[in-house]
């Protein structure tokens, strides 16, 4: 398994969680976006961290208490291929722009394509029964 496919398989496994927390910021002069992934105390926390992020958008409906994502998928949009046809970016696929992701989430209306994709899972470590 390659990274990029870990990082594909990462976060399919966010599925079922709800989004905690979205921020967007500039990171050595380019768009920076984190996005924190909870389900509760039965599983860990993940943080998918993008930067040269080239599409962002977000929605979800109105009065919705919760940010649950039922599906989230990773989708490679390498650089000598063709985009598929929902790309909702705009941008027609060039050879001066790098391999990217594509992240989508369902229900809640959460899409991004960045060119760097940091996957960070909660390990958390119980001390020694002695330790106490």
């Known amino acids: 398994m390659t990274v990029f496919d870990a990082v594909i398989a990462a976060i399919a496994r966010c599925d079922g969680y709800t989004v905690n927390r979205l921020a967007m910021s ?17 599983k860990p926390d993940v943080t998918v961290s993008m930067q040269g992020v080239y599409y962002f958008a977000f929605g979800r409906s109105p009065g919705g208490d919760l940010l649950y994502i039922d599906k989230l998928t990773a989708t490679p949009l390498p650089v000598d291929e063709p985009w598929p046809k929902d790309v909702p970016t705009g941008l027609t696929r ?15 209306q959460l899409e991004v394509v ?19």
Do not use: K, M, Y
Not at 114 to 132: D, F, K, M, N, R
């Open 94 to 108: 060039t050879s001066d722009l790098p391999a990217l992701l594509w992240l989508r989430a369902e229900p809640l």
């Open 114 to 132: 960045a060119a760097i994709v940091t996957v960070l899972e909660e390990v958390t470590v119980g001390l020694p029964a002695s330790q106490h």
């Open 26 to 42: 500039v990171v050595e002069e380019t768009d920076s976006l984190e996005v924190g992934f909870r389900w509760g105390p039965g």
